[in-house]
Structure formats: structure tokens, C-alpha cells
């Protein structure tokens, strides 16, 4: 790479020049003009999910620094492709009243209806059938209400995998992926699921390249993490002033008081929940510092960004009443006054005055949005996704001066990052290990695999150990080699190249019909190709000669795929 | 125990005996193998209702708050609480338990839980897994760290296993473990060609430039083969033990044949679900009873199947947290907070019923509602793993849990 070195200046002189002037943006890009396949091969595995077939030759028609400020404005980029293969995917544009009504309300009383019918109390039924008499035990109508919502679900993965793998916009399905994790939520708990669609269609994907507070105030407000974080059930703590009993607000005529209701001290639970069980086992419960806590250390300011335990009490208190309405109807955001606690609050030594009611949480967002601590935790977990799992300092710090620069400008500092001279240094080449999405979308997408069926490929990804949508901590999935490398990982990413390859059925997760309509199982693209398109043509001696062996085109590809090389990026 | 599996440092398993073996191998093979104890964790998930698990059959109010689902006294009816030490009873269904209580290898540690109040299945099994109740950001499990703190130049591949196929919380972190479904599943499957394709991927990754890669891959061979020799399969229960034909039977089953085919385990995990019973949980008989026979005869049939070796195994099985002391509406019971744990094996001190009684009055109860916390659930935890595991790391395993480190469960 000592040579690419050697043309960043002009280039750098060159691009200030032309396509980035004017626009506010870094001028020290290093972006060669003049890629060679391995540098294309680089950029096409960081800013998106790996290369297909041809996209070496494409990249280079449009010119490197070109094709990294098209993936930069995915706005700019034809995607129509992707969206009629989307189309079939019925519940993605619907809206989550509408999931509620149609799917997820519907399967509750099944299942609700199941669990008193008289076979589900069956004492003769032993284990091994217990699964089976309770399928049995529901009516054709209940199992189709309950294969509706299984469906509903399983369209939302489906459809990850499906633009991850068409997507002409690769770098902002990456973003996507990239804060979804960063503001991860849990498909398992309670109704986090119903919430998943639109939080990832209207709260991520809108602000993923755009600005940094927009996006943080988004998952502040969106049911999915008002309820995966229990903000939603977090009240104002015994001996506080609500909101509606300020008497402060009440002269300022913010809220007007309401006769017979609540003396200060005395904590009334919203009445409109859905669920009769829920409000009654949160009653008297005060405060919940969940939400308060992983905003300033996961979301924000990084764990050790300098808050204290104190600031933890303190923001919870602020965002007291940030809550859902009527949750299980799939209900949006509301502001209780009658949860929030509405005296004065100090959050990293500033004061927050009493009586501000909701602004009391939007306040706690932009102080954290503008603290030096947050402009580097997220100038960090960027540098590691798109560079390496330890970046290099420097460019972590030019990286979080951009954010700063820019009010936090998502755009901009991912730009500092893919046009860095470290982003293009030769030991960054291959630094990252694929997780399992990365590894089963780059595979599919290497070998030209048509996705006729999704669902065995979602399988495989779980399989792998990353369910989609399933991480259940709230850290979201680790973006460090160790974690995605283990022996029975490493063998099911073999096995899954066996089985991707070969187009066989019944080994592993069956991938057949992930071949569709194919007439023939046998691979589009051969292993030589797949080599050169997938890897720059380089891989070890030991590699090539164990392709070389192969006895079936399928093995040959399951060889490439399976090998220590494909599994970096 | 005369013949020992010994995994080499280049994978290769040799089958030593120990009785015509020169003396200076066996001096060799007992100072690099030393008898390792073993830890089975079993995991209730969806909190088990452990007041008809082990029933408070001398309090009143357990009676007067669960009109249609009690269990009762103890009396000659096969209906009725098996009497353990006249205050409390197991489930009629959970007879096969009742043996190990009265050989004093099952002790029982109620009212016990987290010291948080969560009653999301969500939160308390994550707090349970990472054993740090409260903390949501902790990345990896308490029994990974326990790993990570007593690593050894001995450890296997097998050293820590979940028959599962994710690896649980409670196994996620630094520490190598692995998640296996089935164990006659683990290595290349690729048909015929099975043998070439491992050969080739193996001579891959053994080039592979990366440290990480290369050094996984070598494992992920050896283990491989150190299955295929030691072919655990080929152990079929001894003893008579009958598994229930349940994905949980089958998890205990193939524990035990690892356990037998001395592969290096150490930890094992496994889970059991379908215990959130609000509604119609019934009492004798019912949903909770069909799966608490599950439960204990899977638990029989381990320890019958291990027999002797039972020496050096401990099982501990735990969940997320108890049900409301009261039947709802729907004669079931909803999620409430403090629960019974069992621990069983050789070394325990069985055939008691251990922790404080706080009592199922309406003012002795958590929140007014649920059985109360008088023992926290790390306690046992710790006890397990220092006891019977020999940790002596404590802090790094629990962190922030000043105590105390024991109920004294452990030590026959």
C-alpha cells in the first residue's frame, strides 16, 4: 500500500479541487483515483456488504471517490429494483395501529383463548406431543392468526436480508445495521416486537446518515425503546412534584390543574393501559434508571464518559412520563405530566430548572449530544466498524473533532473515516472479522445466489449465533473479532458454505430453496471468478491448492467460501 | 476411573491405561489431568411456580390464597405433597426427586432470588445469567467469567458446553464454550465428501496468516476429532435411567455422555422451558405438573445414569423468578419475585430445605403479592462455584455482591 500513500496528496489536492469543495468537508481525503482490485475489494466490504460479481469493474468505471460520495448520498442512487422485490413484503409499509389490529392482537387472544381451553390442561399429555396437542388445541382460525403474526415478523427479517444483499444503497443499509445496534432493541421482549418495523423504518433509517441528535432524540421518543428500556413505566419517585401539581406551571398556565386529582407525593398510574395485569404489577413503583443509564452509556457518552450515579437518578428523572400510549394497541409516544417529576434536576452540572416538563429530557439530549465524551464514543464505534476493531487514535480524534465541527453530523464524520489515510493503510486491509450477517450477505452476494426464499438464509444467520433483531442486551452486538470466533461458530460458517454451495437440502439449514426456481443446483459463478471477484485474487497457497483439489465446482466454491480469507473484510 | 482420556496439546487423544501404563506416564497423566469437578446448570426459563414445586404445606395461607391450584397436605394420597421435613413438600409429580432428598444428595434452597424486583422475564433472566441483578450492560455471563478466572493449560474444547443451539447468556464471554445441538451433529457435514472438505478447510486454516483464525480453526479440528474418538454416542444409559423423550431429556442425556466419554467438561448448561402458567396451571395434575415430571425425571435419570461419578458432578437448576403467592382469575399465577433453587450431587449436603422463611402472610410478602427474597440467588451461585468448583476469585465472578458466599449447601 506504500504507493497509494504516495498519490493521497494529489488526490487529496485533487478532490478539494473538485467534487468535495465548497461543501464545508474534510479536504485530507485519501481516496486513490486509481484504485488497484484489492483497494475497490476493501471499500466495497467496508461501506457495504462485500462485492458481487462485475462490481470491481463497475467502481472503477465511476472512479473510487466518485462511487464512496454516491454511497455517502444514498438519496442520489437508484434503488427501484430493491423496492419491487420489497413489494411483496406486505406488513413493511403498514403502520404498527395497523400490525396491531391485523396481527398482533388477533394471535394474543389466540393464544390467550389456548391456554384455557380444556387440551391445553391435559394431564395425560406427556412432553415430547405437549408441543403438538397445543397446535392441535387450536382452531384452523387461531393457527392462522397465529402464523400471521409469525409471518409479520418474518417478513421484517426477511427483508433485512434482501436489501442487505440488492441494495444498491449498500453503505446506508450498513448505517442502518450500524445504529440499529448502537440502539439496539429485543425482538423477545414483550410487545418490543409489534415496534420493530416502524422503528427501524421511521426512527433509524430516516436520520442514518443525517444528524446525530435527530436520530438520538427519534429512539428517546420511539415505543420501542420507551418499553425495551422500561422509560415508559418510569415515575416520578414518592415525595416529588409532578408535573400537573407544579404549582409554578400551573401559574404559567402550562397545564392547567385538574380538580380532585393526585396531592404531591402521591404517585397516580396512568389509567390507560392496555393490559390491566401490567398497571397493576408497576403500581407504586417510582423511578426506572434503565433508560437513564444506557442513554449516557451506550447511546451517548460511553461508559466512561464522566457521568455519575447521581446523573443517572437525575436524567431518569427528567424523562419521568416519557411514556407509550395504550402500548399493546400499538400507541405512539406520549408526555404524562401526572408521571413526570417536575422539580429542578443538575445532569453533568448543568442545571435544568423545575418546571419544564417534557423539555426536561429534550434538554438532557442536547447537553449529551454536545459533551466532548459522546463526539468521541460514537467517532470510536465507527472508526471500529469501518476500520478496525482498535482504529487508530488519530483518526478516532479527527473523526470526533468532524462531529463537533458539525453539530454531529453523521454524514460528515463517516465521510472523515472511509477517505482517511488509515481506512486505506495496508493494515487495515482484512483487519475485520465478518460477523454472521456479514459473512452469509457477502457469501450470497459473491456467488450471485438468488434469494427465491429468504427464510432458510434468516436460519442460517441465527444458526451463526446472530438472530436478527435478537440481541438481547442492550449493548447490541459486539463489532470485535473474539466475539464472532469460536470453534462451533467457525464450523457452522464451513458448514453453511457446504450447504450454500452444494444446493443439496436436508444438511444444515437447507438452503435449497434459497436457490429457487433454478433448475439446476449448479453455481452460476465459478471458483477462479469467485477468487478474483471476491477476493482480489488473493488467498494463501494452502487455500489455493485445497480449491484446486476440489473435486466438483460446488466444493471448489464451498472452499473459497468456508476459507479463513472470506471470513475477513 | 482406571483409564483416562488425555487430550494432548496437538489434538491428538491418547486412551491411556493407567494400570500397565510406566509409572512415570501415570505420575504424567494424573498431575496433567487431575479430576475435574463438574457443574450441570439447568435453566427454568419463563419462572416456575416454586410454591407447587416445593410446597409450603404448613402455612396456611398457602392454602387459603390458592383455592383451586394448592397441593395437598401430605397424606397418603398420590394427590398430595410428598412430605420432605414436615413443613414442606415436593410436588406429587416430582417423586423421582425424593430418593436423592432422603440419600441426602438434593438440598433445597427457598425463598430465594434477586435482590431486584424486576418482573420481566427478560430483565431477570439476563440479571440471573450475568448474575449482576440490576446491571443491564454487563456483556458476559457468570459462568464464563468463572471460566475466564480458572483458565488451565488442560482445558478441551468440551470445557464448557450448552446443548443448545445459541450459546445461553450465562456462557457468552472471553472464555472459549461452546453451543452444540446435537453432539452427533458437531464437525464437516458434507455428505460423502465429508472427509475431503475437512481435510481441505483444516489445511486452510492451518495456513490462515491470522492468529485468530488459524488458532480457532485448530481447535474447532481438534475437537472434532476428539468427538470422533471418543465417540460419546456409543454411552447409552447406564443404571436403567430412562431420559424423558423431551429436547430437554435429550440435552441430559448427551451431558452425560460427554461427561462419560471424559472429553474435559467441566460446565455444562441446559434449559427447560414452558413455565409461565397464568392460566389454568392446575395442581396434581395439569400443565405445571406435566412439566415438572419432565423436570425430574430428567434430573433421575442423569444422576442414575451417572451413577458413581455423581462424586464429582453437581447439578443447580435456577429460574428467573417465583410466581404470585395467590392463584389469579384464571387459575394460574402471574410473575412474582422469590423462588426455590435445587442443588444435587455427591458433594451436597442433601435432605434439607435451606434459607430463612419469610412467611406467606399478606405483610410478610414482597409488595403485599409475592413470596419474599431471603436468600440471594447469587449466594448459591457463589457456593457452587467455590465449594464444588474450587473458585477462589470470587469478586471477579459476582461482581459487587458483597455476600454472603454460602448457605452452606455444599460439602458432604
Redesign the interface.
Known sequence: MRTLRVTVLAVAALLAATSTAGRGEGTNSAVPTNPDDRTIVHVLNRLGFGPTLGDIERVRRIGLPAYIDRQLHPERIDDTALRDRLATFETLSQSTQQLAERYFLPAQMARRERQRSPAAQDPSMTTESSAARRREALTPAQTEVVRMEREALSELMQAKLVRAVYSERQLEEMMVDFWFNHFNVFVGKGIVRLYLNEYERDVIRPHALGKFHDLLRATAESPAMLFYLDNWQSAAPEGATLADDNPARRRAGAIRPRTGFGRPGQVRRPTTLANPTASTQNRRRGLNENYARELMELHTLGVDGGYTQKDVQEVARAFTGWTINAPRQGGSFRFDPRMHDDGEKVVLKHKIKAGGGKKDGDDVLALLVAHPSTARFIALKLARRFVADEPPAALVDRAARRFRETGGDIREVVRTIVTSSEFFAANAYRAKVKTPLEFVVSAVRATGTPMANVLPLVQAVRNLGMPLYGCQPPTGYADKAEAWVNSGALLNRMNFAVTLTSGRSGRGPGLRPALGERATPEPAIGSAELVKSALAGEISEATASTIAKATTSPQALALVLGSPEFQRR | MISRRVFLKDGGLALVSLGFAPQFLARAVAAAAPRRKVLVTIFQRGAVDGLNMIVPFGERDYYASRPSIAIAKPGGSAEAAIDLDGFFGLHPRMAPLKPLYDAQQLAIVHACGSPDGT??H??AQ?YMETATPGV????DGWLNRYLHAREHEHAT?FRAVAMA???P?SLQG?A?????GQIGQ??????Q?TD??QA??E????????G???R??R??FN??KMLKDADPARYSPENGAEY???P??DALRQIAQLIKADVGLEVAFAETG?WDH???E?AA???L???L??FSNGIAALVRDLGDRMADVMILTMSEFGRTVAENG?R?T??GHGNAMMVIGGGVRGGKVYGKWPGLAREQRY?GRDLAVTTDFRTVFAEVAGAHLGLTNTPHVFPGFKGPLAVGVVGA
Do not use: C, W
Open positions: 418482573r420481566s427478560f430483565d439476563d443491564k450492560s454487563t456483556q474444547p443451539s445459541q450459546l447468556r472471553l472459549p464454550a461452546l453451543a452444540i458437531f464437525g464437516i457435514r458434507a455428505g465428501a475431503m472438505v481441505s478447510f489445511a486452510e486454516y492451518a495456513a490462515a496468516a491470522s485468530v483464525l488459524n480457532t480453526g481447535d474447532a475437537a472434532v424423558p423423550r423431551s430437554y431429556g414452558q397464568h392460566a389454568q392446575g395434575v395439569g400443565q405438573a406435566t412439566r415430571a419432565d384464571n394460574g402471574d410473575h409488595e
